[in-house]
């Protein structure tokens, strides 16, 4: 079993749509970060998270330490939306980053 | 400020060579970690250093290395290079090795081994 694992691998939603995507981990974790890769490569790093909830625009993260879950949720999504979103957690033991194997996300107009 | 830059963009090599990656990160940025994305296994890391250590270190075979330079600037090796090397290489800098230190990611280095 992975250590991060993301739900769901692949998300279809029309413009508009509120899109949820959720994290879960089995480690303790001193961070968690959301990341967005676009087709190329690049990767952008959304949030970073330790407790409570983020808001940046259209995109929301929260955390629950104590169930060990995250979601990251895009309001209005838009065609631009389209990426692979990465959960990541720093292992508090090792301090090193596990990767989820990433939720791709398709937003049609 | 300039972001994190990574050369080459693009790399061919054959089986049995090696191959040197290089990594300036953010201005004032003194971590740097290196990560691999493969279609299969994802995003792994790969190895992290800070003021010229490695502080970490991935589960990947000695064939990979690494070093920071005095500038920050970092570079990772593979030798013997086999097939299953081919990847995007990412490096990633932050203004320390603290966990809480957003961190900001390169284009990456795409390398294919034929």
């Known amino acids: 079993k992975n250590e991060v694992e993301q739900s769901p691998q692949n998300l279809t939603a029309q413009e508009g749509e509120f899109i949820t995507i959720n994290c879960s981990y089995s480690?303790?974790?001193?961070?968690l970060h959301w990341l967005q890769q676009h087709p190329g490569g690049g990767i952008v790093s959304l949030f970073m998270?330790?407790?409570g909830k983020k808001k940046h625009g259209r995109l929301i993260a929260t955390i629950n330490i104590q169930e060990k879950h995250s979601s990251l949720h895009i309001t209005a999504s838009h065609p631009r939306d389209s990426a692979v979103y990465i959960c990541?957690?720093?292992?508090?033991?090792?301090?090193?980053?596990?990767f989820g194997t990433g939720t791709r996300l398709q937003v049609f107009p | 400020k300039a972001g994190v830059t990574q050369t080459p963009r693009y790399l061919i090599k054959t089986r049995g060579q090696q191959v040197t990656l290089s990594c300036s990160p953010i201005s004032g940025h003194r971590s740097v970690s290196w990560y691999q994305q493969t279609p299969g296994q994802g995003l792994q890391f790969l190895f992290e250093?800070?003021?010229?250590?490695?502080?970490n270190k991935g589960n990947f075979p000695g064939r990979f290395s690494g070093r920071q330079f005095s500038n920050s600037r970092s570079e990772m090796n593979v030798s013997t290079l086999e097939l299953g090397d081919s990847a995007l290489y990412l490096c990633?800098?932050?203004?320390?090795?603290?966990?809480?230190?957003?961190?900001?990611f390169g284009p990456g280095t795409r390398l294919t081994v034929l």
């Open positions: 480690v303790g974790i001193s961070a």
């Open positions: 998270l330790s407790s």
């Open positions: 990633a800098s932050s203004l320390t090795a603290r966990a809480y230190n957003e961190q900001f």
């Open positions: 250093y800070f003021s010229e250590t490695q502080r």
């Open positions: 990541a957690v720093r292992s508090d033991n090792t301090d090193k980053l596990i």
